[in-house]
């Protein structure tokens, strides 16, 4: 693929999210960087959600892992259902009564000021690391597809990356988001269902060649049901219930969309619309999956020793122009769709829990606090995927990476306790018990197969999490 083709498919593309950002940002206020007026419309929300929660990490390694882990991950995603339903009637309603903004404020509210700051606290450093992996990996991408063929340094292109989202973000906040994320949804889910449609015919198949084709595929169990495999249905729907409540229902992100709805019966149909459609995008991702390995075996093709590579590979060097003009459009819209709802969330979290935004009244100050805020995020994540450069060790980004998904569990346990419990807590001890509990839980998973006679943690690693919390919570609890 030519370089020359590609950037001008990325100059398109961000002088469209510039247009937007233009149009929706006019008048914004910085109350308007933060809940866009209460005036976004749920199905706009929704839509853009997908994009949100949908990173260049999925796009890429959910159709890679049905090698090694067939549909089992559609267990997992089965399990949102309870979890987006337990967001939008028990949580949502929470949130609205509120008023809140920030979500962790709530944890003020419940137990106290050490609370509050160690649930945002904790947010912002995964969210921070997060999507600083996701965007590392998007300009992996534009690296080669690029950068590189002009000699550009790679330090240079995340710069120029960095400084785009922070452009289009910077004044409209959450509002452009809405809108930004709703066009960037549009391409990723372009890209996927062209994929599937133009590698099917590759392979000489109509629709319901192509789904007998799946039906038949040695990939496309879906359920397991040994205890031990950490593939087990149990372990994974459980996981996904988890997963959606904490990293949705729990995350400054996602929610700060939601609450961005007129009132909540708006936010409600807009959480279980966007249930729906994940559901549904994340099954054609497995499908995808499918295709890519039947194509792979039927002309002889290496499988990569790292599964994450294939579907890139065979987009950009088999399946011709049309496949890899939409692959590099759906690996892009996913992966800015991702950072930018990060940025803006991680600016609201800090501007709200730490310099305490909701009693300022000076419109000029918080507007300048704000812009250097957004500055300094823009900074920090541009640092920390120069540090994913210079690490150059894919088995240690992920643990890190993975070691960022732990920080989740402390934000379960809090929230649990707080819900569920009318008990009060010594709020001091609650930064320690938020910090032991992830390192408990990384020692057990360490050592689980020795210590549990061969049994291996799913991601039901974040349930074990949350209890630890939880039981830590309950440790130092207090009367009155």
Same mark, same amino acid.
């Given at each position: ?6 950037? @001008?498919?990325?100059? %398109? ?10 149009? @929706? ?28 929660? +949908? ?9 890679? #892992?049905?090698?090694?882990?067939? =549909? *089992? ?12 339903? =337990? ?34 606290? =904790? ?15 998007? #300009? ?26 922070? %452009?289009?973000?910077?004044?409209? /906040? ?9 066009? $960037?949804?549009? =391409? ?12 099917? /015919? ?18 496309? $169990?879906?359920?397991?049901?040994? &205890? ?19 990293? @949705? ?6 929610? $700060? ?10 936010? $409600? ?8 459609? +994940? ?84 419109? #000029? ?12 995020? *823009? ?7 120069? %540090?994913?450069? &210079? ?37 001091? #001890? ?30 039901? +690693? ?19």
């Amino acid at each position: 693929m030519s370089p020359i083709l590609v950037l @001008t498919i990325i100059v %398109i593309y961000f002088s469209m999210l510039m247009a937007v950002a233009w149009y @929706t940002s006019r008048g914004a206020t910085t109350d308007t960087f933060f809940t866009a007026d209460k005036s976004a419309p749920w199905y706009l929300v929704a839509f853009g959600m997908i994009g949100t929660s +949908l990173s260049g990490v999925t796009f890429i390694s959910v159709p890679g #892992a049905v090698g090694k882990h067939a =549909f *089992s991950y559609f267990q997992m995603v089965l399990g949102y259902l309870p979890g987006y339903a =337990f967001i939008a009637l028990v949580l949502m309603p929470l949130y609205y009564r509120l008023n809140l903004v920030s979500i962790y404020t709530y944890l003020e509210e419940r137990f106290g000021f050490w609370s509050y700051k160690t649930g945002s606290f =904790f947010f912002i450093l995964s969210r921070s690391i997060g999507s600083a992996f996701r965007l590392y990996l998007a #300009a992996l991408v534009l690296q080669l597809g690029i950068f590189e063929h002009w000699g550009v340094p790679f330090e240079i292109n995340v710069m120029v990356t960095i400084a785009l989202i922070w %452009i289009y973000t910077f004044k409209g /906040g959450i509002k452009t988001i809405i809108f930004t994320d709703t066009l $960037q949804t549009f =391409f990723l889910v372009s890209a996927l269902i062209v994929s599937v449609f133009l590698i099917a /015919g590759e392979l000489n198949l109509d629709f319901a060649g192509l789904v007998k084709s799946v039906e038949q595929s040695p990939y496309s $169990q879906i359920f397991f049901w040994d &205890w031990n495999d950490d593939k087990n249905f149990f372990k994974q729907f459980l996981a996904g219930t988890f997963i959606a409540i904490t990293m @949705t229902g729990m995350d400054q992100d996602l929610m $700060q969309k939601n609450l961005t709805c007129k009132n909540l019966r708006d936010a $409600q149909k807009n959480m279980f619309s966007f249930c729906m459609v +994940l559901i549904f995008v994340n099954f054609l991702f497995l499908t995808l999956g499918s295709l890519l390995y039947a194509y792979a075996n039927s002309r002889g093709i290496e499988i990569p020793a790292k599964t994450d590579n294939l579907y890139p590979m065979l987009a950009l060097n088999h399946f011709g122009l049309l496949v890899a003009v939409f692959f590099l459009l759906g690996i892009t819209a996913s992966s800015y769709a991702s950072a930018d709802s990060a940025l803006a969330s991680l600016t609201t979290a800090f501007c709200v829990d730490f310099l305490d935004f909701k009693n300022r009244s000076d419109e #000029a100050e918080k507007a300048r606090l704000k812009l250097w805020v957004h500055v300094g995020f *823009s900074a920090l994540l541009y640092f920390i995927i120069l %540090i994913f450069k &210079w690490i150059n060790d894919d088995a240690v980004i992920n643990a890190v990476f993975k070691v960022a998904g732990y920080t989740y569990g402390p934000l379960l346990g809090l929230f649990t306790f707080g819900l569920f419990t009318k008990v009060k807590v010594r709020d001091w #001890a609650v930064p320690f018990v938020c910090v032991a509990s992830p390192v408990i839980c990384y020692i057990l998973n360490v050592n689980s197969e020795a210590w549990f006679n061969g049994f291996k943690f799913g991601f039901e +690693l974040l349930v074990v999490n949350g209890a630890i919390t939880f039981l830590g919570l309950l440790l130092f609890s207090r009367r009155g």
